[in-house]
């Protein structure tokens, strides 16, 4: 190569200068060339979410998730309807949801007992692809009930009776309302009571009979009522001081009977029966119970001939209801073949007027027959 210095006239100079100067250029342009910016298409690098509740009537809001790719990206969204495991992790064997293909949606009732889910397609000039969001949890609508009302408490008269109302799944928030029912002893045949609130204090009326709710759950989109479980059959609650004895009985003391009960003499027995000595005592075993046949014990016992032919007593009753009295024969009670003595027999209670109160009356006799005096 001839040295720059040394081309003679300038005009040849300047030629040498030109060819250099278009190597240059041609050597610039093909370095260019050969380090050109790759394409891309896109590339997801975080997935789509959704946000608000799966429940009937609410609106989900979906996220288009972080992407990368060349040149500008356009997005497409189609929600999709899955099963209970959700689907594959593109939602690819999930169902369309027609007309959903909007970053937003409203969950419709066709949706209720399934789980959501959004894919979102991206796409540029060199491809494009198709990702989709976690599923929501199991899309809700009106209520249901999963576990039945349970009324609780003791089924007594005057007790207070409360009902839960079970568990219910459903749109948020669910309200709730109760009709209390009165059933026969086998908790069917119901009938509303007129008891609305979650409280129920049960009444004489209820007696022998069970008791139920109906409860009805309540949201933005629907209702659903069910029934509750029944309580045991309602009875009175037992008297202060009451004692079960050994034959099933209740035994109470005489201060335990209300005024609007009575004292009944129940039982009457005499030992002999017929009479046909005077010379041998009469026994004479009286039992007294109330009229909500519970045995009484502590009540006072009058017994008296009349006419006034034997001796008479007056005795407190025992605890399983029962006196016994040992009444002597006078000179004057008769002997006589088929012959009838009767005798008056009150129960009463200590410090009850003489004509009233709980008192109970009986008229009773025993046979006679001729025999020794």
Not at 175 to 191: K, P
Not at 283 to 300: E, H, I, K, P
Not at 302 to 318: C, N
Not at 325 to 333: C, G, I, S, T, Y
């Amino acid at each position: 190569m001839v040295p720059f210095g040394d081309c003679g006239s300038p005009k040849k100079a300047w030629a040498l200068f030109s060819l250099f100067a278009l190597a240059l250029v041609s050597l610039t342009l093909a370095s260019a060339a050969g380090e050109a910016a790759p394409t891309a298409k896109p590339t997801n690098l975080a997935e789509p979410d959704i946000d608000g509740r799966a429940e009937e009537g609410r609106t989900l809001s979906a996220s288009r998730g972080r992407w990368t790719g060349t040149g500008p990206l356009s997005y497409a969204f189609r929600w999709v309807r899955c099963g209970a495991n959700g689907g594959r992790p593109d939602g690819s064997d999930c169902g369309f949801i027609l007309g959903a293909t909007r970053s937003s949606y409203q969950v419709a009732s066709a949706d209720v007992g399934s789980l959501l889910r959004v894919r979102v397609t991206a796409t540029n000039a060199e491809g494009e692809q198709t990702v989709a969001s976690n599923p929501t949890a199991v899309v809700v609508g009106a209520p249901v009930n999963t576990s039945i009302p349970l009324v609780g408490g003791t089924a007594l008269v005057g007790s207070l009776a409360t009902v839960q109302p079970g568990s219910w799944t459903g749109r948020q928030p669910i309200s709730f309302s109760y009709v209390w029912l009165r059933c026969n002893n086998a908790g069917g045949e119901c009938a509303a009571i007129g008891a609305l609130g979650r409280s129920y204090r049960f009444a004489a009326s209820d007696v022998n009979h069970k008791i139920r709710v109906n409860v009805t759950a309540r949201n933005a989109v629907g209702s659903a009522t069910v029934l509750s479980s029944e309580s045991a059959v309602v009875a009175v609650p037992l008297p202060a001081g009451a004692i079960r004895l050994g034959t099933g009985e209740i035994s109470i003391p005489a201060t335990s009977v209300p005024s609007d009960q009575r004292l009944i003499v129940s039982r009457v027995a005499f030992t002999p029966n017929p009479v046909t000595t005077r010379a041998r005592p009469l026994t004479v075993r009286v039992r007294v119970m109330d009229s909500r046949n519970y045995v009484v014990r502590d009540a006072l016992v009058f017994v008296r001939a009349t006419p006034r032919v034997t001796t008479g007593g007056r005795l407190l009753t025992a605890t399983d209801g029962w006196v016994t009295f040992r009444l002597q024969p006078l000179a004057r009670f008769p002997l006589r073949k088929q012959g009838n003595v009767q005798f008056f027999v009150k129960a009463y209670r200590s410090g009850d007027p003489s004509l009233g109160g709980v008192a109970g009356y009986r008229l009773v006799q025993v046979r006679t027959a001729a025999g020794d005096s």
